[in-house]
């Protein structure tokens, strides 16, 4: 096999890579079968799950194992758009925390999440966790708006 076939670029991901992920080159076209596999399969599994929740998050920590080398977050927002337009069909996860993480994972691969802060805010989503206030003052920090990131603090104080 060809150096020039196997060595890729890696995105660094706050979880870390699979190594056996990493160390598994494989052809283009066997590549891509195999993946569009493991997708059709972790959305039948997701479809059937006791916990769809956890199963998305497999979902995606999958993707974010898989699509490293791209350095692109374009397979990531897709699945991330995804799972939350799905599990928002229903108020049952509004609360939980690992839903707010899928929430703010998709904002992150936005050029402007705002809209996804106020539509958190506006059905409820993740109220009671600090993480929602900390990710939307954050955003507005890195915008350069530090008096409305305070109010975002406040409120969670607040909360």
């Not at 337009?85 to 936005?110: E, G, M, P």
Request: hydrophobic residues 35%.
């Amino acid at each position: 096999m060809e150096w020039e076939d196997t060595k890729e670029n890696f995105v660094p991901v706050k979880q870390g890579h699979s190594a056996a992920a990493l160390s598994t080159p494989l052809s283009v076209a066997k590549r891509s079968r195999e993946l569009e596999e493991a997708k059709r399969t972790f959305l039948e599994n997701i479809k059937t799950a006791e916990d769809p929740l956890a199963a998305w998050q497999r979902y995606i920590k999958w993707t974010q194992e898989q699509f490293a080398a791209q350095g692109s977050k374009s397979e990531l927002q897709q699945v991330l758009e995804l799972a939350t337009k799905t599990l928002s069909s229903t108020k049952r996860h509004n609360n939980d925390v690992r839903f707010l993480r899928i929430w703010v994972q998709y904002a992150d691969c936005l050029p402007d999440p705002s809209d996804v802060f106020l539509y958190l805010e506006n059905h409820g989503i993740g109220r009671d966790h600090a993480l929602l206030y900390e990710a939307y003052a954050t955003y507005l920090e890195l915008k350069g708006n530090f008096q409305q990131a305070g109010l975002v603090y406040q409120e969670g104080i607040n909360r």
